[in-house]
């Protein structure tokens, strides 16, 4: 996916319904591509382009990694 993508206006989280936020890939540490909800603090991948948004495929983060995926939110 790309920050451009008019898919991300639609998306939503399963479980607040409220906007996600692209995670742009970080290349020191060539991490994957994910959809990122700040106000719950879960993570969802985004597989081969295809975002997995069932509440089980989401990902709680602790304090630390949400200030550093915070920094990787795309504008």
């Known amino acids: 996916m790309n920050p ?11 479980l607040d319904k409220g906007p996600l936020h692209l ?9 994957e591509e994910a ?11 985004v597989v ?6 069932l509440p089980s495929s989401g990902e709680q983060v602790t304090e630390d990694e949400h200030e550093e995926l915070v920094k990787r939110m795309a504008p």
Do not use: F, H, K, M
């Not at 995670?23 to 991490?31: H, M, N, W």
């Not at 081969?48 to 948004?53: A, F, K």
């Open 35 to 45: 959809l990122y909800n700040p106000r719950l603090r879960r993570r969802y991948p």
């Open 4 to 14: 451009d993508d008019p898919l991300l206006r639609i998306l939503a989280c399963p």
């Open 48 to 53: 081969d382009g295809i975002p997995q948004l």
């Open 23 to 31: 995670l742009v890939p970080d290349e020191a540490r060539s991490s």
